[in-house]
């Protein structure tokens, strides 16, 4: 009968931080989404009897709203999604608060939103680590 200790496996695992190609890619996942809901509405809107500049008009607003109430949504964005990545808070290490949305969404152009908001671009699940030639297994698959 053994008197050990009973191991303990709750280990709080550190994100992965989100490199900035991966962060421009899913950004750029989000503007096209948005430039193409913008364009399907100002078609859609061609249809109907209204002055010439409304599709243009509402074009911009659907754009300028899918790019911020997708980036502030707790699933985060599509090009997040499709990119495995999450924004958490730098305080707390979770998910940000409504404010801290608006702020990082609003200087995002000008690469400061996660400074300001104090937020962090992670991946979702730990990378798997590379194996060097010499540490991988030998033998059949």
Known sequence: MS????????????????????????????LVTGALLGLLCAVGLRLLPVSEEMPGYVAVGVFVAYFFFANSLPGDSLGMRLFGMRVLSIKSGRGFNPLQSFVRTLLYPFHLGDVVA????????????VLSTSERPVGPR
């Not at 200790?5 to 900035?20: G, H, L």
């Not at 104090?118 to 680590?129: E, F, I, N």
């Open 3 to 30: 008197t050990a200790a009973p191991e303990n496996n709750n280990r709080s695992v550190i994100p992965q931080v989100a490199t900035r190609t991966r962060c421009n890619m899913a950004t750029g996942v989000d």
């Open 118 to 129: 104090r937020t962090q671009v992670v991946l979702k699940a730990p990378l798997a680590p």
